[in-house]
C-alpha cells in the first residue's frame, strides 16, 4: 500500500531547512543502479542478531520472520536477542542462535515473540560495555535493530562505540587482543515499528496500518450505539507526539472534530466546536464523533483532554456526551495485510543492507518511499524527526506541519474541506453541473470516494449530481442532485450505495447524450474498474458524433482486482487483501493440533494475480499461481515435492493461492487433486473458493483514506478543466487530455489521458503490460525457501 522524497544537504544547513518529514525518501528512489543479482550475495561468516526495543507494534514478527528467514537463506548465522537492549546487556540465554522453523507461525501474531523492554543499563557506557562482551562471545558484529527513533539512536552509538569498547574488554582482560581485529566494527541497520508514524524518511512505519485499523474498527462498532440514542463520543487515540493515527482516522470515519498536536484549533474553539455540533445536529444528524489525540494541546502549549472536550460539551450543549480511551487495543490484535507486507520487505532488505556493508557503512534505515523500498542514512532521519517536536515545543505549528510531510499536510487538508460546510453565501458559484458514478463491480471505499467528490464539488461551487446503476442507469435518466448532507455517514459502508453495473455505454450512447443534455452535465466522474476505463475510452471515441461527450471526464480506479492500467493501487484492493489475508489466518488455525494438512485457497482477480500474490505474501503461502507466471506441470510437481520435504520438519501447515484465471487446465479442482494424490500418506488436502467475500465488508482505513484523497484531487481537475473549457456560455472539451484517468504511480497522483494509457494495456485479458508488483513475487518463495532468483538492483538506494 502506498501512501512522498528527500535529499542530503551540506551539515552547515539547519535541518529544518533542508527537506520535509516525509519526503526525504524521494532522492534514493530514482537512483540510477547496476544490475544485481540476490544469488550473487552470500552471508557465509556473517553472524547477525535481531531484537525488538521500544513499544511494540504488530507487524514487528513479520519483520523479525523475515530477517531470520532471509539470513538463514544466504547461509549467515542468525541469534535472537530477547528482551531487546535488556537482553543484550544481561546475555546468557537472551541471545539464543535460530533456526528457520524458530519463526514458523509467527507471521500473524501482533507484538513481539523476542520480547521488548525499556532499558536503562544499555543508556550508560558500562551497559553498552557488558552489551559488546555477550555480541562478541557468540560472534556478532551485525545488529538488525527494529524499533522507534529512540532505539535507533542508542543502536548508532553503541556502533560508533564498538571499537573502543573492544578495547576497553582487550585491556580488562575479558577478550583476546586478536578480537579486536576480528571483530573490529559493528554494522547496524533499523527498520522503524511504531504504531505513531512519526518517524521522517518513511511514507509507513511497521503497525501503524494494523493501529488504523483498531481504531476504525471501535468507532464503526460506536457509531451505532452512538446513533441509537444520540450521543456525542470524544474518543482518544494515541499519538503523544504524532497525531497522525487521529488526523487519518478522523478522516476515514468523517468525524465532527479532531485535536493533534501538530495543529492546535484556534484561539475561541470551544464556540466553534459547539456551534458545529449544533449545525450537525439541526441537521438531523443523530450522532457527532470527536476524536482526541493524546498529546493534543492548545495554540499555547496547553493540554487539550478528552475529558475536557466532554465536560465542554455536556456544559454548554448539554448533550449526552461519553469518553472512550482506546489505549493498548491500538497496539494489540493481528498485523494488517500492508503491515505484513511491509515487515516482510523490509526484512528482507535490511539483510541485504547488512550483506553489502563494509567497515565505513553508516548506520541506515530500511523505508518505504510509495511502493519501493529504499535505506537511508539514520542518524539524518532522526535528526529531522526531532525538529519536528523543537518546532511544536516553539509553538511553530505550521512549520510541523510542513516537516512531517505532503502526505500529513494533504490530510489535514482534506480534512478542514470535507469536515464543515461553508455558508451558501460564502460558497462560490460555478453554474457547473458535475455527475458522479460507479461502473463495475462494487468495491470497498466507493462510497468514501462518492462522499469526498460531492463535498469537494459543492465546496468548488459546482451542483453535483449522483447516477445511480452506472451507464445503464445514466441511459435511463436514473440521476438526482446529490447534497453535502446526503453523503454523511458513507465512508465506512461498503458496497456501492449508488449502485454500480458492469455494462459498458457503447450501446446507449444516444440516450446517455441526451440525459447529459437534458441535466445540463459538464463534467463527469467516474469511479470503477476496468469497465470504468473502458467505458471513458468509448465515450471519449464518441465525441465527434455527440457534442455532449466534449466536456471534462476522469476517472478513479476502484476495483479489488487492481487491474486498471496507469495505477499501481485501486480503490478496494487493500480491504480485499485484507480479507484474503484474514481467511488464511483462520483456515490455517483450522488445522491446528491435526494432521499435516495442505490448503487450496482460490482468490478473485480475473487474470490479475495482484491478489494472490500479494495475499500469499501477507499470509505466509508457499506458492500463489498466478497468470502473469507461466507454469506447468513439471512446477506444480517440483511444489509438492518441496511441500512434502517440509512437511517432514515440524510445520504442519502448508499453503498454496491459486488466482481464478491463472489457467484454463490447471484449475483449483486439478491442482487440488494432484496435491491430494502426491501427498498420500504425508499430508492430506482442503480446498477453498473465497469468491465474492472478497469484495464485500467495511472498507479499511486505506481504502477510506485513498479514495477520499483521490477523489477529492479528481474534482479539483475538473474544476480546472471546466474553467480551461467555458467558452461564450457553454463547455467544449475535446482534447485528448480532458478525459484522463488518475492513478497512483510509485508515490504521486498522475492524471493520464486514457487513450495514451492504450499502449499499456491488455484488453484480452484486461490487465497493464508492466505491474509493479511482479518484482515482489520472488519474495514470498525466498521466505518459503524456495531457491530462486532476484533482482536486488533497487534495494541499495541511498540518498
Request: charged share 20%; with cysteine; proline share 3%.
Amino acid at each position: 500500500m502506498a501512501s512522498e522524497g528527500k535529499e542530503s544537504k551540506p551539515d552547515s544547513q539547519p535541518a529544518a531547512t533542508q527537506f520535509t518529514c516525509k519526503d526525504l525518501a524521494a532522492s534514493a528512489t530514482h537512483q540510477p543502479t547496476d544490475k544485481k543479482l540476490f544469488e550473487n550475495l552470500s552471508g557465509a561468516g556473517k553472524v547477525i542478531g535481531v531484537l525488538t526495543s521500544g513499544g511494540d507494534a504488530q507487524g514487528m514478527n513479520a519483520a523479525v520472520r523475515a530477517v531470520v528467514r532471509m539470513g538463514i537463506y544466504v547461509g549467515a548465522k542468525m541469534y535472537f536477542v530477547y528482551e531487546g537492549y535488556q537482553g543484550m546487556v544481561d546475555g546468557g540465554n537472551n541471545i539464543v542462535e535460530v533456526t528457520w522453523e524458530c519463526v514458523s507461525s509467527i507471521l500473524q501474531v501482533g507484538g513481539t515473540v523476542i520480547g521488548s523492554a525499556r532499558c536503562q543499563a544499555f543508556r550508560t557506557r558500562e551497559g553498552r560495555l557488558q552489551a559488546a562482551y555477550n555480541l562478541i562471545q557468540k560472534g556478532i558484529t551485525n545488529l538488525c535493530v527494529i524499533g522507534g527513533d529512540g532505539s535507533l539512536t542508542g543502536a548508532n552509538l553503541f556502533r560508533e562505540e564498538w571499537s573502543g569498547l573492544l578495547e576497553e574488554l582487550a585491556k580488562a582482560g575479558k577478550i583476546e587482543k586478536e578480537a579486536v581485529k576480528k571483530y573490529a566494527y559493528l554494522n547496524i541497520v533499523g527498520m522503524v515499528g511504531s504504531i505513531d508514524n512519526d518517524f521522517c524518511g518513511t511514507d509507513m512505519t511497521i503497525g501503524t496500518d494494523s493501529a488504523l485499523h483498531r481504531i476504525i474498527e471501535v468507532v464503526d462498532a460506536i457509531m451505532t450505539t452512538a446513533q441509537s440514542h444520540q450521543r456525542t463520543f470524544v474518543l482518544e487515540v494515541m499519538g503523544r507526539h504524532c497525531g497522525y493515527l487521529a488526523l487519518v482516522s478522523a478522516l476515514a470515519c468523517g468525524a465532527d472534530w479532531v485535536f493533534i498536536p501538530e495543529y492546535p484549533p484556534e484561539e475561541g474553539w470551544e464556540k466553534l466546536l459547539c456551534t458545529k455540533l449544533l449545525e450537525n445536529r439541526a441537521n438531523k444528524k443523530r450522532l457527532n464523533i470527536i476524536i482526541v489525540a493524546e498529546g493534543a494541546i492548545d495554540i499555547h502549549n496547553k493540554p487539550i483532554t478528552s475529558e475536557k472536550v466532554k465536560d465542554l460539551v455536556v456544559k454548554q450543549l448539554g448533550y449526552d456526551t461519553r469518553v472512550t480511551i482506546l489505549g493498548h487495543v491500538q497496539r494489540g490484535g493481528t498485523p494488517s495485510a500492508f503491515d505484513r507486507i511491509l515487515a516482510s520487505r523490509m526484512g528482507v532488505d535490511a539483510v541485504l543492507a547488512l550483506l553489502e556493508a563494509t567497515a565505513d557503512t553508516p548506520a541506515c534505515v530500511v523505508s518505504l518511499s510509495g511502493n519501493q523500498s529504499v535505506r537511508l542514512p539514520l542518524m539524518e532521519c532522526v535528526h529531522m524527526t526531532q525538529e519536528v517536536q523543537k518546532a511544536m515545543d516553539n509553538c511553530q505549528f505550521a512549520e510541523a506541519v510542513k516537516l512531517r510531510g505532503r502526505s500529513f499536510e494533504n490530510n489535514l487538508n482534506t480534512y478542514k474541506l470535507l469536515s464543515q460546510k461553508k455558508p451558501d453565501s460564502e460558497l462560490p458559484k460555478s453554474n457547473f453541473n458535475v455527475a458522479i458514478m460507479n461502473v463495475g463491480a462494487p468495491a470497498a471505499g466507493m462510497n468514501a470516494a462518492v462522499r469526498s467528490a460531492v463535498r469537494m464539488g459543492i465546496s468548488e461551487g459546482h451542483k453535483m449530481f449522483a447516477v445511480n446503476n452506472g451507464f445503464e442507469g445514466f441511459s435511463k435518466g436514473q440521476i438526482k442532485e446529490i447534497t453535502w448532507g446526503g453523503v454523511g455517514g458513507w465512508t465506512g459502508q461498503g458496497g456501492s450505495i449508488l449502485g454500480t453495473k458492469r455494462t459498458l455505454p457503447a450501446k446507449y450512447l444516444e440516450t446517455i447524450a441526451e440525459q447529459m443534455r437534458i441535466h445540463n452535465i459538464n463534467a463527469l466522474l467516474v469511479i470503477g474498474g476496468f469497465e470504468a476505463y473502458l467505458g471513458l475510452l468509448e465515450l471519449s471515441a464518441a465525441r465527434e458524433k455527440y457534442e455532449e461527450f466534449c466536456v471534462p471526464m476522469v476517472m478513479v480506479p476502484a476495483t479489488v482486482s487492481n487491474n486498471v492500467p496507469g495505477s499501481d493501487f485501486s480503490i478496494g484492493a487493500d480491504t480485499a487483501l485484507n480479507t484474503i489475508t484474514d481467511t488464511c489466518d483462520r483456515i490455517k488455525q483450522s488445522a491446528s493440533g491435526t494432521k499435516r494438512r495442505v490448503f487450496i485457497i482460490e482468490t478473485m482477480g480475473g487474470y490479475c494475480g495482484y491478489l494472490a500474490s500479494m495475499g500469499g505474501l501477507a499470509a505466509g503461502a508457499d506458492v500463489a499461481y498466478i497468470f502473469e507466471e507461466e507454469f506447468d506441470i513439471r512446477e506444480l510437481q517440483a511444489n509438492v515435492e518441496h511441500l512434502t520435504e517440509k512437511m517432514k520438519t515440524s510445520i504442519q501447515r502448508g499453503l498454496v493461492l491459486r488466482n481464478e484465471n491463472c489457467n484454463e487446465n490447471y484449475t483449483t479442482d486439478f491442482i487440488y487433486q494432484l496435491y491430494s494424490e502426491e501427498g498420500k500418506g504425508i499430508f492430506d488436502c482442503r480446498k477453498n473458493v473465497l469468491g465474492h467475500m472478497q469484495q464485500g465488508g467495511a472498507p479499511s482505513p486505506f481504502d477510506r483514506n485513498f479514495g477520499t484523497k483521490i477523489s477529492a484531487k479528481a474534482v479539483l481537475w475538473l474544476s480546472e478543466k471546466l474553467k480551461e473549457s467555458y467558452r461564450k456560455g457553454k463547455v467544449f472539451a475535446n482534447t485528448d487530455d480532458s478525459v484522463c484517468l488518475l492513478g497512483m504511480r510509485t508515490r504521486k497522483l498522475i492524471f493520464q489521458p486514457v487513450t495514451e494509457l492504450k499502449s499499456e494495456t491488455d484488453f484480452e485479458h484486461r490487465i497493464p503490460k508492466e505491474q509493479w508488483w511482479l518484482k515482489l513475487r520472488p519474495l514470498m518463495k525466498i521466505l518459503a525457501k524456495y531457491k530462486i532468483s532476484y533482482d536486488v538492483s533497487d534495494s541499495d538506494n541511498q540518498s
